[in-house]
């Protein structure tokens, strides 16, 4: 069912995180310590649709679930639950997926938790009967997982180093994969099938007790996505195939594609979402998606502005009430050189989400300096103490109760040719928050790999990875 998250970039994600310095040693002003951020990550929300239930990573890493829970797949540790609502499940997970019974989930610490149905040994811990709650899986240590794979009554997970790992079908424990010479970079689970792409950009599949075999016809491969009847690849121009045959998607790039029991869904670039049933038959889902699971009787996907919905065949999608919501992003982030500093400027955002405002984060990725504003109207500060002529990228965070979202990055240099803060005492004033209107600048835009990596010891929580391994 689930599609994707490879890509190498998953695996230098987690090594960045592990290698982070101590979120403690980041010099956070006054009333804001590390706990405030230890989870926090900049997932806009990643979804999962099982046999007759779904879950969601808010980003802050809590999982939420809803529907049957009739062999514990909620995982809140309760039964039964009336009317299927959301229920917490899980805190600091960056990767989840759903089962026909059954939930896994990656959590911050690069472990695998499973909860719900264990006939046959889905759940990995070598216990053998049913979870209501999450439960570490056991015979992996030592190896850091950054995705994880469910299908109707088997597990399968991949390591930072590209090594697959599967329990279930009558396996109570994880049994590593043979048979894949290359790095794995997205890995899918459906029935009792598994799918895998590699960073050649080659597919193979296998069933229960079979040895993997490569996909012909099948070049290019970066996602994989495993239905009750199908399995589909994504390309690297955005194409999906089918069990040898192109879906028909209107020459539109699919940025993601998931497959059901019955039928296939994708996102396009532009965030614009498709079906296609199993009789070649299309339909449009109204909204536009940032993410979407299809499972074996429904699927879900998350809107552009962080709201869940869940549709049937006939492609309606219904709110699913109770989840949180993280805030807008701060936009139109500007940075102006001082001497030894930057002014940031951005327009925060109108949307805050379900939750009430905490606080803006504005700082370089490297810790270097940063400033913390707690009003929901701030508009900008200045970071100073910084190196002239070296470039820093800076991001703005906006944190609510319920979620946070970071801004897109932008890359300046101090200048000693800029005056000085008025004001200021520097290098040893504090950061000084600019009014409304003040300050800005024309934007230095662009993400650079170190960014990419960088922003992990920014934030130093597991829901950071839930961005860097969700590109495709």
């Not at 989840?96 to 499973?114: E, L, M």
């Amino acid at each position: 069912m689930r599609h994707r998250i490879g890509t190498a970039l998953a695996a230098l994600a987690m090594v960045a995180l592990t290698a982070a310095p101590a979120a403690a040693d980041a010099p956070y002003p006054a009333g804001v310590s590390a706990e405030d951020l230890r989870a926090a990550g900049v997932s806009e929300g990643v979804v999962a649709a099982g046999g007759s239930h779904a879950c969601m990573i808010t980003s802050l890493g809590d999982v939420h679930c809803w529907g049957d829970d009739s062999s514990g797949q909620l995982g809140d540790g309760t039964r039964p639950h009336e009317n299927g609502q959301a229920v917490f499940a899980f805190r600091a997970a960056v990767q989840i997926d759903a089962g026909q019974a059954h939930t896994c989930a990656v959590g911050a610490d690069g472990n695998a938790y499973c909860w719900g149905d264990d006939s046959a040994g889905q759940l990995g811990d070598g216990a053998g009967r049913d979870r209501d709650e999450p439960a570490e899986v056991g015979g992996l240590d030592g190896h850091l997982l950054v995705q994880v794979a469910t299908g109707a009554r088997h597990t399968c997970a991949v390591d930072d180093e590209g090594t697959a790992w599967c329990w279930g079908d009558g396996s109570a424990t994880p049994v590593r994969v043979a048979g894949i010479d290359a790095p794995i970079v997205d890995i899918a689970a459906g029935g009792d099938t598994t799918c895998a792409a590699t960073a050649g950009g080659e597919a193979y599949c296998w069933a229960s007790g079979e040895r993997p075999a490569r996909v012909p016809r099948v070049r290019g491969a970066r996602q994989v996505t495993v239905g009750g009847r199908h399995e589909c690849f994504l390309d690297t121009d955005g194409l999906a195939s089918c069990q040898g045959g192109r879906l028909d998607t209107g020459g539109a790039a699919l940025d993601r594609v998931s497959a059901g029991r019955d039928r296939v869904c994708g996102i396009d670039r532009e965030g614009r979402t498709s079906c296609w049933a199993a009789d070649g038959r299309r339909s449009e889902v109204g909204g536009r998606m940032r993410d979407l699971d299809v499972g074996a009787g429904q699927a879900c996907g998350v809107d552009l502005e962080g709201y869940v919905s869940c549709w049937g065949a006939d492609g309606v999608p219904a709110r699913v009430g109770g989840l949180p919501r993280p805030p807008g992003a701060a936009t139109g982030v500007q940075v102006r050189a001082l001497d030894g500093g930057l002014r940031i400027s951005w327009r925060p955002p109108a949307d805050l989400g379900s939750g009430p405002f905490e606080f803006f984060w504005a700082a370089t990725a490297d810790y270097a300096s940063g400033c913390v504003l707690t009003q929901a109207t701030a508009s900008g500060c200045e970071v100073l103490g910084l190196h002239n002529g070296r470039s820093y990228d800076v991001a703005v965070v906006v944190r609510t109760r319920d979620g946070l979202t970071i801004s897109d990055y932008v890359t300046a240099a101090p200048s000693d040719v800029a005056p000085e803060p008025s004001g200021s005492a520097y290098p040893s004033a504090p950061p000084r928050e600019l009014q409304p209107g003040e300050g800005g600048g024309l934007p230095v835009t662009g993400l650079s790999p170190v960014a990419l990596l960088s922003i992990g010891t920014m934030l130093l929580g597991g829901g950071l990875v839930a961005l860097l391994v969700r590109k495709p």
